[in-house]
């Protein structure tokens, strides 16, 4: 019977589909099936012929294969390799290179004889790469084919490089890489412009060919690509979705790349569900927007006519059902976003007391604030309550260098304005003029350009703030230093982040937390910025009673919003304060037209915003409720 309910469950998927809780719990997973096969070759005295992937996806799976190495004595001297792919042109020692990741991430930490290792040459002249691609399938052909071939899969749902319009028996070749797979790489490259076009990949006729595949994916951010490839037809478009046709293949998941099957996104459609409130108002939210209706429209037979049968036969009838969640969703809608003074409370997001409070806005990156609740900040303060802004990061990888020679040449004019020696900051000046001529893709900035670059996001923060009504008194530059690497890549949370932020939060014993809770962020400042602040929230809890009466609201930034079965509460904003909210956003000058890391959109980050919130008030609008200009959506995070 479980296994019934199990392909019931299923029925959409169309490949073996394994999901756990975690990314952690999932690698670890992968790592001792690699493991277990590597064992089992070595006992019949066997190659184990693996083929790798490379990206963000598969690290901890390489780090828990170092562990077990080291600690549990796997040895790799009967494993050969060959990886899935390479950039074109590439130099090997380059840091963009694969051959550099899999060194830092796996076989320099590990037994494996060099010569076993097989990584797509991207320094070849291209009248050879034909000839080489050749022989690369000839070597995995000669040692009987792969073992197990370990896949991520791209936003485009490429897998290796095969990109949409790739061919089902497709070998390994040159191939032109699409156009977001470059703009998702750019964060290594120090640019869209500096990735290359190019690449080596294998093809998904070779991949096809692996006696066992597995494909990897993390977090929500992939989520509406894993629906594809899973649950979609089979499509040139969508590279993934061949896998389809092999009974060898796995996709290994955890919750959040899982979320849009139809088993978890909408359950109700293929099972029987246990009818949670918080599940019910999904449901009904889905249903008012598939039969386009607003709530209190919806009828008996849209229910069962949807797979909602049994809500209505057990919660019913179904007007009951609408005015309930009709009613939910309106009391997420206030003007008062830290509470009515002097009002019933009960069916308000905020409480009405203390009728002024201390409120801390947190925010990652030095422009969070007002992109991500702007109209929420201003309102705060114009509501009298005693508001802190706090900037958790300086920011400063995100400033173009132009800028830079800019700010700096004015510092040169003004202090000769005013009689001051300006021949030291010429020399530094000129440094800088030297370095960027020369500047790398990724390269470290001198210490001298990063803290111009700094100056100028806090700077631009400060105007921000100002702007919403804050004194000075009130704006923190927190410089957390797990970020001040320089670089991309940030080093780990210690206790000096927990700690800085402890001694804040102490010394303005908030009522109100607002914190960023966008964990898809592309850069992942967000998340880690985020369980940075819950951390010091936690080790306070143990000591100080203020903390109990602290509430922590979560703003999303410029690239999701929460859905709206998940909005606890909603401040519409007017077009007046949209214009304000716009005016706080313009401060951020260094981020305006088009910023270093801009992401997928094209839009300005005001422009993103913008419509953001007048999407979320038209989603409000058309379930039946008020119609405003437009909202910011918080959604409260119990700890």
């Avoid at 990741?101 to 040459?121: A, Q, R, S, T």
């Avoid at 967000?526 to 819950?534: E, G, M």
Wanted: glycine fraction near 6%.
């Amino acid at each position: 019977m479980a296994r019934l309910n199990l392909l019931e469950e299923t029925r959409f998927e169309k490949l073996a589909v394994k999901v756990y809780p975690d990314q952690k719990t999932a690698s670890v997973t992968v790592a001792k099936r690699i493991a277990d096969l590597i064992r089992a070759k070595q006992q019949k005295g066997e190659k184990t012929v693996l083929g790798l992937a490379t990206g963000v996806t598969p690290i901890a799976v390489y780090a828990e294969l170092v562990r077990l190495h080291k600690e549990e004595g796997l040895s790799f001297q009967n494993v050969i390799t060959f990886n899935l792919d390479e950039y074109y042109p590439m130099k090997p020692t380059a840091a963009q290179s694969y051959v550099t990741f899999m060194n830092e991430n796996l076989f320099n930490h590990i037994d494996i004889n060099k010569n076993n290792i097989h990584v797509p040459d991207g320094t070849l002249k291209q009248e050879y790469i034909q000839a080489y691609c050749y022989e690369y399938e000839q070597k995995i052909t000669a040692l009987g084919g792969l073992d197990m071939q370990i896949l991520g899969i791209g936003r485009t749902g490429h897998i290796g490089f095969n990109e949409p319009g790739s061919a089902p028996n497709s070998g390994t070749r040159l191939v032109t890489l699409d156009d977001l797979t470059r703009n998702d790489a750019s964060r290594d490259f120090g640019g869209k412009e500096k990735v290359p076009t190019k690449a080596i990949t294998m093809g998904v006729g070779t991949i096809f060919k692996a006696r066992e595949i597995i494909l990897m994916a993390w977090s929500q951010k992939k989520a509406p690509i894993i629906k594809k490839a899973v649950e979609g037809e089979i499509s040139g478009e969508v590279p993934a979705t061949y896998l389809q046709l092999s009974d060898h293949v796995e996709f290994i998941l955890d919750e959040g790349a899982a979320s849009a099957l139809t088993r978890f996104d909408t359950p109700w459609l293929v099972k029987d569900c246990e009818w949670t409130n918080s599940l019910k108002k999904k449901a009904v939210i889905w249903l008012a927007g598939a039969v386009n209706k607003p709530i209190l429209k919806l009828t008996e037979d849209d229910y069962n006519n949807h797979g909602m049968a049994q809500l209505a036969v057990e919660q019913g009838p179904a007007y009951d059902i609408n005015i309930d969640i009709f009613n939910q969703i309106q009391h997420t809608i206030t003007g008062w976003p830290g509470g009515k003074p002097n009002a019933d409370d009960s069916q308000r997001p905020e409480r009405a007391n203390p009728a002024k409070k201390r409120s801390i806005v947190f925010s990652p990156h030095p422009d969070d604030d007002v992109i991500s609740m702007g109209g929420t900040f201003i309102r705060l303060v114009d509501q009298g309550h005693d508001v802190h802004v706090a900037y958790q990061t300086s920011g400063n990888t995100a400033v173009w260098d132009d800028d830079v020679l800019r700010y700096m040449e004015f510092a040169i004019d003004f202090n000769n304005s005013i009689g001051d020696d300006v021949t030291h900051l010429k020399g530094i000046y000129e440094d800088m003029r030297k370095f960027f001529l020369t500047k790398q893709p990724n390269q470290v900035d001198t210490p001298e350009v990063r803290d111009v670059k700094g100056f100028i996001r806090k700077s631009e923060a400060i105007s921000g703030a100002r702007y919403a009504g804050l004194h000075d008194d009130h704006i923190h530059f927190m410089a957390l230093p797990f970020y001040e690497t320089g670089k991309t890549q940030k080093a780990k949370v210690d206790e000096a982040d927990i700690q800085q932020t402890i001694d804040l939060l102490q010394a303005i014993k908030p009522h109100q937390i607002f914190a960023a809770g966008d964990f898809a962020d592309p850069h992942g400042t967000h998340i880690v910025c985020f369980n940075i602040i819950l951390a010091a929230l936690k080790r306070l809890q143990l000591t100080e009673d203020w903390v109990k009466d602290c509430w922590l609201w979560m703003y999303r930034g410029a690239w999701h919003e929460f859905a709206t079965h998940e909005i606890e509460m909603a401040v519409p904003l007017s077009p007046q304060e949209v214009t304000r909210k716009r005016n706080a956003i313009f401060k951020h000058q260094s981020q305006k037209d088009l910023p270093v890391f801009p992401g997928d959109d094209a839009r300005e980050f005001w422009v993103r915003a913008e419509d953001r919130n007048r999407e979320t008030a038209l989603r409000y609008d058309k379930l039946g409720l008020s119609e405003y200009e437009a909202m910011e959506a918080f959604v409260r995070y119990k700890f």
